[in-house]
């Protein structure tokens, strides 16, 4: 019996502050624009990776829960894993077990930390030894935003333009200390998974959003101002640059054939209150991936006034404070 090749890795859920919606190519998974984000700190994915002669097909416990061969999660782990066995030249089938201390699914980017945990602890337990830009691509075979959750703090995710995807991959522009009051303040308002995945909604977006190309030239120059803003710790070009961009992506996904809605009433109430709390002076911004939670970018110096006045909003069932979080790493402890 071969000895069994097992590694762990974590890696931190990370939230776009221009997004990417939109594949160039569907198969290596190059998206139609660049997009920065935050990764995030403690919200995370804890992966095991085991590859052993004991198991005849791959394993993959999310969790707590086995998914079955044919389900869609099932599927794009073992597609992963095979692309992995390719890179190693290896045979063996793998179990991989893996934890996330937020909700699945969810919109709270779990695919990102996911795919980057996997990526990391296949890299370790193959003996690939892949330096983080060769990491951030293999984990964007996984999923796109898995790319930018490699490193900590402020990320850019280039879009690049060949055709076999070795320009596009993620590259740090600050790390998780630069900008020590950044927060974000995650408003869970369901524990639900979300009903279409980022995947398929993507993928009817380009093929029939009649607005899809104004996307993509307003995406370019938010790219811009998003990287002045970091540059220059420019709080409020961020948040105004973050929260339009936000509004952009889900204006493509709504004129969506069929339309594409991820919010829930609480995910309007607040926005809504985002915009009157910043009439008041509390200076605070909303952004919102492809699900109903919504996160709230503001600086340390408003925290205590953003959490209080989330308290009283009905709808929100938890919520998290964060602020720019680790990459991903190594860790001795296994889940199995
Ligand atoms: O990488 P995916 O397939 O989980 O898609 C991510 C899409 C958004 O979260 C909406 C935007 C982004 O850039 O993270």
Same mark, same amino acid.
């Given at each position: 019996?071969?000895?069994?090749?097992?590694?762990?890795?974590?890696?931190?859920?990370?939230?776009? !502050?221009?997004?990417?919606?939109?594949?160039?190519? +569907?198969? !290596?998974?190059?998206?139609?624009?660049?997009?920065?984000?935050?990764?995030? +700190?403690?919200?995370?994915?804890?992966?095991?990776?085991?590859?052993?002669?004991?198991?005849?097909?791959?394993?993959?416990? !999310?969790?707590?829960?086995?998914?079955?061969?044919?389900?869609?999660?099932?599927?794009?782990?073992?597609?992963?894993?095979?692309?992995?066995?390719?890179?190693?030249?290896?045979?063996?089938?793998?179990?991989?077990?893996?934890?996330?201390?937020?909700?699945?699914?969810?919109?709270?980017?779990?695919?990102?930390?996911?795919?980057?945990?996997?990526?990391?602890?296949?890299?370790?337990?193959?003996?690939?030894?892949?330096?983080?830009?060769?990491?951030?691509?293999?984990?964007?075979?996984?999923?796109?935003?898995?790319?930018?959750?490699?490193?900590?703090?402020?990320?850019?995710?280039?879009?690049?333009?060949?055709?076999?995807?070795?320009?596009?991959?993620?590259?740090?522009?600050?790390?998780?200390?630069?900008?020590?009051?950044?927060?974000?303040?995650?408003?869970?308002?369901?524990?639900?998974?979300?009903?279409?995945?980022?995947?398929?909604?993507?993928?009817?977006?380009?093929?029939?959003?009649?607005?899809?190309?104004?996307? !993509?030239?307003?995406?370019?120059?938010?790219?811009?101002?998003?990287?002045?803003?970091?540059?220059?710790?420019?709080?409020?070009?961020?948040?105004?640059?973050?929260?339009?961009?936000?509004?952009?992506?889900?204006?493509?996904?709504?004129?969506?054939?069929?339309?594409?809605?991820?919010?829930?009433?609480?995910?309007?109430?607040?926005?809504?209150?985002?915009?009157?709390?910043?009439?008041?002076?509390?200076?605070?911004?909303?952004?919102?991936?492809?699900?109903?939670?919504?996160?709230?970018?503001?600086?340390?110096?408003?925290?205590?006034?953003?959490?209080?006045?989330?308290?009283?909003?009905?709808?929100?069932?938890?919520?998290?404070?964060?602020?720019?979080?680790?990459?991903?790493?190594?860790?001795?402890?296994?889940?199995?």
């Amino acid at each position: 019996m071969q000895k069994p090749i097992k590694a762990s890795a974590i890696a931190n859920a990370n939230i776009a !502050l221009v997004k990417y919606w939109g594949k160039r190519d +569907k198969k !290596l998974i190059l998206p139609n624009n660049s997009s920065v984000s935050v990764t995030l +700190k403690d919200l995370h994915a804890h992966t095991t990776v085991d590859f052993s002669k004991n198991y005849d097909r791959d394993i993959f416990i !999310l969790n707590r829960r086995e998914f079955r061969v044919g389900t869609e999660e099932y599927e794009y782990t073992e597609l992963f894993l095979s692309l992995i066995r390719k890179i190693a030249k290896s045979k063996l089938r793998a179990k991989v077990v893996s934890n996330n201390n937020f909700p699945t699914a969810a919109g709270l980017a779990s695919s990102a930390a996911g795919f980057a945990a996997l990526a990391a602890a296949t890299n370790e337990a193959l003996g690939l030894d892949l330096n983080k830009k060769k990491l951030s691509m293999l984990a964007r075979r996984g999923s796109g935003s898995a790319t930018r959750s490699i490193y900590s703090g402020f990320v850019k995710w280039r879009k690049g333009k060949k055709e076999d995807g070795t320009d596009s991959y993620a590259k740090q522009i600050a790390d998780a200390k630069y900008w020590p009051d950044f927060r974000i303040i995650v408003c869970i308002t369901t524990k639900e998974e979300k009903k279409i995945k980022s995947r398929a909604g993507m993928a009817q977006t380009v093929a029939t959003c009649p607005v899809y190309n104004g996307w !993509l030239r307003a995406s370019k120059d938010d790219l811009k101002s998003i990287e002045r803003a970091i540059a220059k710790k420019d709080f409020t070009l961020l948040g105004k640059t973050a929260e339009r961009n936000c509004l952009k992506m889900h204006a493509i996904m709504m004129t969506t054939t069929p339309p594409i809605f991820y919010f829930n009433k609480p995910t309007i109430d607040v926005m809504q209150s985002v915009l009157e709390w910043r009439k008041e002076g509390i200076e605070c911004y909303f952004s919102i991936d492809a699900s109903p939670q919504v996160k709230i970018i503001c600086l340390e110096e408003n925290i205590k006034k953003v959490k209080e006045k989330c308290k009283h909003l009905k709808g929100i069932k938890k919520i998290i404070i964060t602020k720019p979080g680790e990459g991903v790493r190594i860790i001795k402890k296994h889940l199995f």
